[in-house]
């Protein structure tokens, strides 16, 4: 699933409103099971580009479906019993296969290899409850025991790059790092497609001396391989994407930006392409968020912003980005801002991009615009949780007469589809919390707004609210709690302040 991203106009009675509207890329970083494994998105500080990262590990050398080396002359008893319990497999008996699987091989005696690794692939494909849901814990004990598995298979078998890759990308769900970077350690000369991995799980970390390790060695790798006049047709695509997204990790934007033109100049197939251009729009926020570290001015981030939407279109990354400087400028470059989103909307968009163009007009102050291309977006998808937070809101405060009772059906419907999908971020909470203090509903306010607390603690304008709420309520000394930590807020002490 896609990353949360919540706005506001500037006039929010409330205050804090860039972080409503942050962009993410610089925050947690995407990792994605591989192919096999279809769970979905984890969200770790991790490997930059998710999204892609199967590209990435396909083409890689000796990708069979069973570890290489048969068994032994003294071992055909157990090679007939791993032919028997595929061959239930192949016949849809998955319980019974597995049961003879796991006799072949129980972790605490070795057992045959290739059934270690059918059970590793069998397990990251499962892990799903008696409903048939994946839960978390049911999720965490599939991984857990695949990662046994493939430690097994990795330490006698080293000639399964498939299953090193996986047993990498596992640690890291696992949150297992010192494991992930020792494997990289022990296998990156022979697989330099972990160094890839490293550089950006180092990156997400910020260690930097390791990110340059890693990303040094693959970039060099990948650059050599391609420097091989015979290498030609799918080899070329692979190895050069693997060089660009080295050059990304060491924050060579320029430079993986060449690789990635050139690249698309030689017509690519469909499925190349979009993730030649999901690289690209790497690039570029990479770039505008190097530029933000090093103190650029925001009129710099909208030219790169113009730069980036001529090559790539309307994307809704650069919309966010957009609207983050909306909100952060308080609507001072709205000239510039203006023509942007107007380029923008030219096109008409994906839901994701009119929920982002309808966020990015209410932080411009153009609010008829902003509602529209939110209910555009809820009429597609009705539970779409970003788009009936910000329409709440907007419906809340920006518009005169405020419609105060659809605003608490949106954002009702809002935190109902998000406790159903599993992904009610705080920002729901606070608006509820914020649209029932609008109605002076102070008690129902109150529990919403401190639970929008448990992770948004230092926004000041949920303490400025609560201690409206507890005031009208006669609580005294709370209401005087959060009044001085609006206080702290707005006037930070310097020797205390980050």
Known sequence: MEGIRFCAAKTDPQGGMFHRFRHSF?????????????????????????????????GGASL???????????????????????????????????????????????????????????????GKDADGEKTKASKGAALSGATSHLEEVVERDEANTEAIAL?????????????????????????PQLHLMGADLAAGLGDRRRRDRYGVAAS??????????????????????????????????GEAREIIRESLSGQPNDQEKRS??????????????????????????????????????????????AGAVASRSGNTLGVELGLFYERMAENEGDLAEEVALGSLALALDRTDDGLAHLERAISWDPEHVVALNNLSYGLAFLVQ??????????????????????????????????????????????????????????????HRTLAQAYDALGQAALAEQHGKMVRDLENPDPKTDP
Not at 32 to 53: R, S
Not at 70 to 90: G, I, Q, T
């Open 401 to 462: 007469p405020p419609e105060i009772e659809r605003a608490l059906e949106l954002i009702d419907r809002a935190v109902a589809a998000g406790r159903g999908g599993g992904q009610l971020p705080f920002n729901c909470w606070e608006t509820r919390g914020q649209v029932l203090a609008k109605a002076e509903r102070w008690a129902e306010a109150v529990p919403n707004l401190e639970r929008a607390l448990n992770g948004m603690r230092g926004h000041i304008g949920i």
């Open 167 to 191: 047993l990498a990308q596992a640690y890291v769900l696992s949150r297992d790092l010192p494991s992930a970077f020792r494997l990289i350690d022990e296998k990156g000369s022979a697989l």
């Open 276 to 321: 030649w251009e999901l690289l690209l729009l790497q690039s570029w926020l990479g770039l505008i968020q190097a530029e933000l570290a090093a103190g650029s001015g925001d009129s710099e981030v909208i030219v790169l912003l113009e730069e980036a939407a001529g090559e790539l279109g309307c994307r809704r990354e650069l919309v966010e980005v």
């Open 220 to 253: 060099a790798h990948f650059k050599r391989v391609c420097s091989d006049p015979d290498l030609e047709g799918a080899a070329r695509q692979q190895a050069r994407f693997r060089w660009a997204w080295a050059e990304l990790a060491l924050e060579n934007f």
């Open 64 to 126: 069979g479906e069973n570890p290489s080396g048969e068994p032994s002359e003294k071992n055909l008893a157990a090679r007939d019993l791993y032919v028997a319990a595929e061959a239930l497999a192949n016949e849809e008996d998955m319980e019974g296969a597995r049961k003879a699987m796991e006799e072949l091989a129980p972790l605490e005696s070795g057992g045959d290899v290739r059934a270690h690794w059918w059970l590793a692939k069998d397990l990251l494909t499962r």
């Open 26 to 58: 610089n925050s947690a970083r995407e990792v994605v099971w591989p192919a096999l494994v279809g769970a979905g998105p984890y969200v770790l500080a991790c490997l930059a580009i998710g999204v892609i990262a199967w590209f990435v590990w396909q």
